[in-house]
């Protein structure tokens, strides 16, 4: 009886054994291969021309460089979670990046939409040299550490159109009780000029406007808002995007996840959203002209720069707005010196670079 209980108990002994050399075995061969995969969320309608696209365009990328090694499964707004729950989707580790507008953001901190765009600030290459040569991602990352993530420029859209309206604006008081899609910094400009602006995610816009939701709406430039239709609902549409003078995208990452890829694949994840940059700034650049001619050419569009008596107002609300920030705490300050001093450095120097040549082409 003993002899043969010794011999159950090796038998079991032996079996489970086996059971843990049969899961060794099962798991060896995804161990041995390295495979990663990720989730990608978005703010973005699926497919959608511009930003969509260069999510994908990114995904693709990381995927490519890396040989396989990590695939990045892309999830557009609303398909894995709504638009407006991106951040916290990627801070809990729901997915493992995302692509945004970091502006969205602002109420984790007011100070978010510095690594964005804010009213009166920063043109495409102005935004990215502060960003990686004038200390902008040192910031950022203290800012996104908090929140256990990690985020890089991921794409401009350049500067936007200010918005599309049903009725011709003429002056500060035609702002005056409109109800307008607008988002970030800019959107408490506006409410001080005597708007209402309402947040809302790309997707519900046009709904928002046939309805009569909305008087007005903000969204992106020419290419962007051809695709949305807004045209078919306001003919009138201003500029030059004062509120969003370079409206950059981001690739945020939970962090913890990040720092779990080897060193090359990490490198592959920031190299990826950096060529983005560079990129989608110069397909918007070429589609945005484009879709111009489009929309006054073929759809009648009254597309016209805003009165400069607004012009002018808008700027000294925004100087208001946009310095606030700097009383919620010490990093935001630090954000918001550095950015001053960055952007003063670059006004003074415009007569003699860019600025100073497109005017002079216009002799």
Not at 105 to 125: D, H, M
């Amino acid at each position: 009886m003993t002899k043969n209980r010794k011999s159950r108990r090796a038998f079991l002994k032996g079996a489970a054994a086996g059971s843990v050399a049969v899961s060794t075995v099962v798991a060896a061969p995804a161990l041995a291969a390295g495979k990663i995969r990720w989730k990608m969320v978005t703010t973005w309608p699926k497919n959608f021309p511009g930003v969509g696209i260069a999510a994908q365009r990114i995904a693709d990328r990381i995927g490519a460089l890396s040989d396989g090694r990590l695939t990045v499964k892309l999830f557009a707004a609303g398909e894995f979670v709504p638009a407006f729950e991106v951040f916290d989707a990627v801070r809990d580790g729901t997915a493992e990046c995302g692509h945004d507008a970091p502006y969205y953001w602002i109420a984790k901190n007011r100070s978010v939409p510095f690594f964005c765009t804010v009213p009166g600030g920063l043109t495409p290459q102005e935004h990215n040299a502060w960003i990686h040569y004038g200390g902008g991602q040192e910031l950022w990352d203290e800012m996104y550490a908090e929140f256990g993530l990690r985020a890089w420029l991921a794409g401009n859209a350049g500067t936007q159109m200010i918005g599309w309206f049903r009725k011709p604006i003429t002056s500060v008081d035609d702002l005056a009780g409109l109800k307008i899609r607008m988002a970030g910094l800019h959107a408490e400009v506006f409410n001080r000029l005597g708007a209402t602006s309402v947040n809302m995610a790309g997707g519900e816009i046009m709904p928002a406007l046939q309805s009569g939701l909305i008087d007005a709406a903000e969204w992106g430039g020419p290419w962007m808002d051809l695709a949305f239709g807004f045209y078919k609902v306001a003919k009138y549409c201003y500029g030059p995007g004062v509120h969003e003078p370079g409206a950059a995208q981001s690739l945020v990452v939970n962090l913890k996840a990040y720092e779990a890829l080897p060193a090359d694949l990490k490198e592959i994840v920031r190299v990826a959203a950096e060529v983005e940059t560079v990129r989608l700034l110069g397909e918007f650049t070429v589609m945005n002209a484009l879709a111009r001619q489009t929309l006054v050419n073929e759809h009648g569009v009254i597309m016209e720069p805003l009165p400069e008596s607004l012009l002018k107002r808008w700027f000294e609300v925004s100087e208001d707005v946009v310095g606030e920030t700097a009383a919620e705490g010490d990093l935001n300050w630090r954000i918001y010196d550095n950015w001053t001093k960055f952007r003063q450095s670059v006004i003074d120097f415009g007569p003699f670079s860019e600025f100073g040549y497109m005017k002079a082409r216009l002799l």
